[in-house]
């Protein structure tokens, strides 16, 4: 049989990907064999040190960056990667800044708006027509178990990750005729830099847990079957569904 997914001669870009779920992502696209372009904010260590696990690993990796705070970020961005742009597209980069509802500031918006919103709508105006051009195009939007089932401190965060799926399933609906896929994966808890403060507390930790049918909480790895199934070549029919990669929080009631 045919190997599955397989992505030689495909160029990648996964935002947010000096760590994290975004770096996980990359190196499972890394090895179905596209070439990928890893990004973040900085030019931190963290980032160099991602580009050089890829390429230890065989994959052909450069690294990118750009700080979506800045209005121009994502044009600088896509400058960085050349006219003929990408064929896969994640969209994972994010900013969350927990609040109380009525202590969120106009600045705490802003910038969540233009790093979990915004740069996705530009990076798609901007990389879109390459992938047009050629008939072929796979993007993923990274949204969240909370687009379903928002938390009481992360009101805009929540409400943003909602409005980017609704962008995917919308642009999935216009862009179909071009070869091009637009599906949203949302993950529940994984274990990263942004909790991992918060599930320090056992306590807090064992509440999680007994939220999640599955019964633990996810690792960054546990996300890359989605990505990679919706990135497939032998996906071309598959576009604007929503994807939970929750261990099944999303069935549970507590
Ligand atoms: N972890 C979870 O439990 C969870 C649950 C549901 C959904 N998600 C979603 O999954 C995705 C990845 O989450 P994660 O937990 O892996 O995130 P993370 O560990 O917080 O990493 C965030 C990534 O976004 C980049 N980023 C942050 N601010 C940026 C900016 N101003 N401009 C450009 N890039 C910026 C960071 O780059 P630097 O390293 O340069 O700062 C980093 O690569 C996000 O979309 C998140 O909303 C995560």
């Not at 090895?31 to 050089?52: I, N, T």
């Not at 979506?68 to 064929?87: H, K, N």
């Amino acid at each position: 049989m045919a190997e599955f997914c397989n992505l030689a001669g495909k160029t990648a870009l996964v935002t947010g990907s000096s760590r994290g779920i975004g770096f996980a992502l990359a190196r499972g696209l890394g090895a179905r064999g596209a070439r990928v372009f890893l990004h973040g904010a900085s030019d931190s260590p963290k980032l160099r040190s991602a580009a050089d696990a890829l390429k230890a690993d065989g994959v052909s990796a450069a690294a990118v960056v750009a700080d979506f705070a800045r209005p121009d970020g994502p044009d600088a961005l896509a400058r960085q990667l050349g006219p003929e742009g990408v064929d896969i597209l994640i969209l994972n980069a994010s900013l969350q800044l927990p609040k109380p509802w009525n202590e969120i500031s106009d600045d705490d918006m802003l910038a969540q708006y233009r790093i979990d919103f915004m740069s996705s709508v530009r990076l798609i105006q901007l990389l879109q027509p390459a992938m047009a051009a050629r008939k072929w195009g796979r993007i993923v939007t990274v949204g969240s178990l909370q687009q379903q089932r928002p938390l009481r401190h992360m009101a805009v965060y929540s409400a943003l990750k909602s409005a980017q799926e609704n962008l995917a399933r919308n642009f999935a609906m216009q862009f179909a005729k071009d070869g091009i896929t637009v599906n949203n994966v949302a993950p529940g808890t994984i274990r990263t830099d942004r909790n991992v403060a918060a599930l320090a507390d056992k306590a807090y930790e064992r509440k999680i847990e007994e939220a999640i049918p599955a019964g633990f909480i996810g690792a960054p790895e546990d996300c890359v079957s989605a990505v990679v199934m919706l990135c497939a070549p032998e996906s071309r029919y598959i576009t604007g569904v929503d994807l939970m990669v929750d261990g099944g929080k999303h069935l549970s009631s507590v």
